[in-house]
């Protein structure tokens, strides 16, 4: 499987302000995500990020909070803007190396907003 | 909504038993399973999979078993260890178009291997 990496593993962060979050997978795969997890709970999906395009969201998520990039088939960044106490949260790439295929994740970035 | 979820929210497991996490889904129209295990600090770890047209799956000390009829799949750990402790998901696959697909993952649970 592919190896994923996340950075920063973990920030503490202003209220109102943003973080940009990177995810770098040693090979070139051909699906990314982002998964959010709040503390405690489960995962669930922000969006898949599309090389080349715009990301697709799911529902409760929109674009001008979560911005995503996704320049090649190996990086891509989420931010987190305007930061507010309720997204605490640890945030989650993962990548599918083709649909018949598991998900992989990397180990997450924990912020926490002041 | 169509969801996934979790009988038992947390299970403790005397070294050496054999473990059993639940999980129930709801869409019926789901074809590929995922349970993965997530230890404290660190991202979800994949451990087997099942496709709708199996019913039991085997791993190493492990096994998945998926009854359609009640939507309901399992996962098995043979002799638990220590090292199982973890929260354990499950998650279904559903298929959207262009040939991606997404998870949906059920609640956790949280299982304690006791020495």
């Known amino acids: 499987s592919a190896v994923i990496s996340q950075k920063p593993s973990r920030d503490i962060c202003q209220r109102g302000t943003s973080l940009t979050i990177q995810c770098q997978v040693d090979?070139?795969?051909?699906?990314m995500f982002w998964y959010r997890q709040q503390p405690g709970q489960s995962l669930t999906l922000i969006a898949t990020a599309n090389q080349g395009s715009e990301a697709t969201y799911e529902s409760g998520f929109v674009i001008d909070k979560f911005p995503i990039s996704r320049p090649n088939l190996t990086f891509s960044t989420l931010t987190v803007s305007n930061m507010s106490p309720e997204d605490s949260s640890i945030y989650l790439c993962?990548?599918?190396?083709?649909?018949?295929?598991?998900?992989?994740f990397g180990d997450g970035t924990r912020l926490s907003i002041l | 909504g169509e969801s996934v979820g979790l009988h038992l929210p947390t299970l403790s497991v005397q070294e050496g038993d054999n473990s059993i996490i639940n999980c129930a889904y709801s869409n019926s129209a789901s074809d590929y399973f995922i349970w993965y295990k997530q230890e404290s600090g660190k991202g979800p770890q994949f451990i087997i999979d099942i496709r709708s047209n199996m019913d039991k799956r085997q791993g190493q000390r492990v096994t998945v078993l998926l009854n359609k009829t009640v939507k309901h799949l399992s996962l098995q750990i043979a002799a638990t260890q220590p090292g199982d402790s973890a929260v354990y998901f499950c998650a279904e696959r559903r298929v959207s178009g262009a040939g991606s697909y997404q998870l949906t993952f059920g609640k956790g649970t949280k299982l304690s291997v006791i020495p």
């Open positions: 993962s990548v599918g190396l083709a649909s018949n295929q598991p998900q992989h």
């Open positions: 090979s070139q795969v051909t699906m």
